[in-house]
């Protein structure tokens, strides 16, 4: 079995009640780049003529990491000024089990491989009672990323009864918060933009043979789960201008907020008795 977690992490930058005058930009940014590689793997092989093999591999993954840049009761005169918070996250998750009777196929055989993966964690990029003059844009973002792979497969050959069970879980419930709150904004641009774009692959396949024996019985099961935490007690993905913001700008305002999810499931068993019996 194996155990990752990057939880309870948090990743700040934070400009606060300064003042600032700058010829260049001024860029307040925060990045989460997590990546998980794992693999678990069992084997048992049983050779008398009665014995009991079984095989058991489990995976489990858990970052919910929370990200934030802010700009906080600040005054800032530059060329350019940006707040930025993003995360990509990334598991790759492998289980593989298998169990085989080579005796005189008498005994009973059973392998079960499972994963379970959990992307959390708030994105936050905001802008809070701040006085900001540039030339150019003043741009709020925040973007999450998760993208999960995940694999469970099982083998169980032999024995009179031969049975076993593949399974994976997929949990993806970041979000991204961007917000100008109070102050106010003198630029030529203005752009407030939050982005979720979450991607679960998971895929369980399970074979159960038992050549001389009465039963075979497999199962598979994949479950995949997508949405939203909360970040200050909002949840989903949001943008929003609030707190009676004083915005001017020569050119464009814009506030947009984006989520994509794309989920992907594939279950397969087999089984089979080349006996009489059954074969589920």
């Known amino acids: 079995a194996t155990f990752n977690t990057f939880d309870d992490a948090e990743t700040l930058a934070e400009l606060s009640s300064s003042t600032v005058k700058a010829t260049g930009k001024v860029d307040v940014t925060a990045s989460d780049n997590s990546k998980i590689r794992t693999g678990a793997g069992a084997a048992t092989l049983t050779m008398g003529s009665k014995g009991l093999g079984m095989g058991a591999a489990a995976s489990v993954n858990l970052t919910s990491a929370d990200v934030t840049a802010r700009i906080q009761s600040t ?29 005189k196929g008498e005994g009973v055989t059973g392998s079960g491989a499972f994963t379970y993966n959990s992307i959390g964690g708030s994105v936050l990029s905001e802008v809070v009672d701040s006085n900001v003059t540039s030339s150019g844009a003043v741009d709020v973002l925040a973007s999450e990323e998760s993208d999960v792979i995940s694999v469970a497969g099982d083998l169980s050959v032999g024995g009179k009864v031969s049975v076993g069970l593949s399974g994976v879980a997929t949990k993806l419930s970041g979000n991204a918060y961007a917000r100008l709150s109070g102050g106010s904004i003198r630029s030529q641009s203005l752009s407030v933009k939050s982005v ?42 949001i943008a929003e201008i609030t707190g009676g913001a004083q915005i001017s700008t020569t050119g464009a305002i814009t506030v947009a907020a984006a989520e994509r999810n794309n989920l992907l499931s594939f279950a397969g068993a087999a089984a089979a008795t080349f006996k009489s019996g059954p074969g589920i």
């Open 196 to 237: 979720t774009d979450r991607d679960s692959t998971g895929i369980a396949v399970g074979v159960a043979a038992s050549p001389n024996g009465n039963a075979s019985l497999k199962g598979s099961v994949v479950v995949n789960i997508a949405g939203s935490g909360s970040t200050g007690g909002r949840e989903g993905t």
């Open 75 to 103: 005054t800032i005169t530059a060329a350019s000024v940006k707040a930025d918070a993003s995360a990509e996250r990334e598991i790759l998750s492998i289980a593989v089990a298998g169990a085989a009777d080579a005796g």
